[in-house]
């Protein structure tokens, strides 16, 4: 008979294999993807998927979640469209041990999803998505959780850079006929007075437009001295082709919104990006960044992905933020020790400090805050001929 001691050790290490077999033969948890895939002009979604990939890597080979459960991804393709994004949303929701789905850029297919994810019980994801409401809603308790922009804090960075960069006095703004477009028609009116910027006017487009140019004239006829847009790639390139056109003395900057950030927006606008003055809100950059989470990221980016360097990274906003909300994601799985979905989201308002690629946060999320970052995050950049998104004054946003 072995000794009492033997009989224990390896009683120990039985033990210990049968719970590493268990883990290893666990279900993964899984995280949902649903985005505009299919837009032929897109780069926000494969943006966020880098983001996401690069995270559950790293957390997996950290020994993943509740004891050794593998993060894993499910995508799907909304292709921008809101009533294909429900049907993915109710899709990826049906499937056993999915905590939550991340969205896109597009905030009239989030702001679809919210009825649905109050109804189901399924957290909502928001790495790109800026309109106001997606955060800002009728729901309770919510589940949605976002770490991007939010238009309130576009609209006084976009009417100061106008004023105070481009001495502007008066703007016009242009906007898509959707909630993204109203909820930046709202937040402008609101920080225009702070501003100091007058409202000259404000044009309305529908996706799918041949020109804006009448939109464009009307508002410099009605004595805007800079146009606000509001506009993803498609949109964003044609006016920048239609102004570049026009004589020198018809050309007034052009303060974009960020939407146009995350598509072929330079390829789109080919040499006419050099003939006009435009400039476009972000949140983020991998240019001068020296941190060892930022080296990391395109280390990873290169291997995976083959992107050489930080200048080359496209949609670098929907890389970072997907990346941190990931992480702070699993965080809050482990700390719900479960992949209940209310448990997930009761544990995201209570997460402690946690140190990201895009900022330090103090407290990600609180019961009454479900945005991660906040005004301080928001800068402008300018893109270059070789299709480079490089910050302006103020070059860095406060890291903290």
Do not use: C
């Not at 000794?3 to 995280?31: C, D, K, N, T, Y």
């Not at 004023?163 to 609101?190: D, E, F, K, M, Y």
């Amino acid at each position: 008979m072995l000794p009492h001691f033997l009989r224990v050790l390896f009683g120990a290490l039985a033990a210990s294999a049968l719970v590493a077999h268990a883990a290893a033969e666990a279900p993964p948890v899984l995280i949902g993807l649903d985005a505009e895939f299919g837009h032929k002009t897109s780069t926000s979604a494969q943006a966020i998927q880098q983001g996401i990939e690069i995270a559950i890597e790293e957390i997996n080979a950290a020994g993943g979640v509740l004891g050794g459960r593998r993060l894993a991804l499910v995508m799907r393709d909304n292709r921008s469209i809101p009533a294909i994004g429900v049907d993915n949303l109710r899709e990826l929701a049906a499937m056993p041990d999915l905590v939550g789905v991340f969205g896109g850029k597009f905030s009239p297919v989030i702001l679809e999803w919210l009825p649905v994810a109050q109804e189901l019980g399924v957290l909502i994801l928001d790495p790109w998505g800026s309109a106001d409401p997606i955060t800002e809603h009728k729901y309770g308790p919510s589940y949605s959780f976002r770490l991007s922009l939010k238009d309130s804090w576009a609209a006084p960075v976009m009417l100061n850079f106008a004023r105070q960069q481009r001495g502007a006095r008066r703007v016009g703004i242009l906007l898509p006929n959707t909630g993204w477009g109203r909820s930046n028609r709202n937040a402008l009116a609101a920080a225009a007075p702070a501003a100091g910027v007058g409202i000259a006017g404000e044009r309305w487009y529908n996706w799918g437009d041949q020109s804006l140019l009448e939109q464009y004239r009307e508002l410099r006829a009605a004595g805007a001295q800079a146009i606000v847009l509001v506009a993803n790639e498609t949109e964003g390139s044609l006016l920048v082709r239609e102004v570049a056109a026009l004589p020198q003395g018809e050309r007034v900057p052009i303060i974009s919104h960020w939407g146009v950030t995350g598509g072929a927006f330079a390829e789109m606008s080919g040499g006419a990006l050099d003939q006009v003055d435009f400039a476009v809100v972000q949140t983020f950059s991998f240019i001068g960044l020296d941190t060892p989470i930022a080296k990391r990221v395109l280390a990873a980016l290169k291997t995976r992905y083959g992107i050489a360097g930080a200048e080359q990274v496209r949609a670098p906003v929907g890389v970072a933020h997907a990346y941190d909300l990931t992480h702070l994601l699993a965080r809050a799985i482990t700390r719900a020790g479960s992949t209940d979905r209310a448990r997930v989201r009761d544990a995201l308002e209570q997460l402690p400090a946690y140190k990201g690629l895009v900022r330090n946060y103090d407290r990600p999320f609180a019961p009454n805050r479900h945005d991660a970052l906040s005004p301080e995050q928001v800068f402008m950049a300018r893109y270059t001929a070789q299709d480079v998104l490089v910050p302006l004054i103020p070059a860095r946003p406060d890291r903290r």
